[in-house]
Nanobody, 127 residues
């Protein structure tokens, strides 16, 4: 199993930036893909971004493309989500997740492909 701990959430004004971090432990970090998802109150969890284990391929939802950047540092066992130009509709709890089975391509947009999840960090964007 993999343990994941998110940090970096908070309250920010619209147009501002935040960087989320997710620290992983328990297995060799460079062996698995990572993703970020979010869930707003009363809504289903939705895909935000994903990165393959070596960082070669990145995937984004249409709603965050061009504003958010996912990256990873395999030496630090950490994945990041840089969020710029934040909007009130980005308000949600953000979760990082690990895909231990090696999903490919578009499958990384599907939450069921991920078997380990963090507890989440709250992001609130005020208008």
């Amino acid at each position: 199993q993999v343990q994941l701990v998110e940090s970096g959430g908070g309250l920010v004004q619209a147009g501002g930036s935040l960087r989320l971090s997710c620290a992983a432990s328990g297995r060799t970090f460079s062996n698995y893909n990572m993703g970020w998802f979010r869930q707003a109150p009363g809504k289903e969890r939705e895909f935000v971004a994903a990165i393959t284990r070596n960082g070669a391929y990145l995937y984004y939802s249409d709603s965050v493309k061009g504003r958010f950047t996912i990256s990873r540092d395999n030496d630090k066992n950490t994945v990041y989500l840089q969020m710029n130009s934040l909007k009130p509709e980005d308000t949600a709890k953000y979760y990082c997740a690990a895909d231990l089975k090696g999903a490919r391509g578009g499958r990384l947009r599907i939450s069921e492909e991920y078997s380990s999840w963090g507890q989440g960090t709250q992001v609130t964007v005020s208008s």
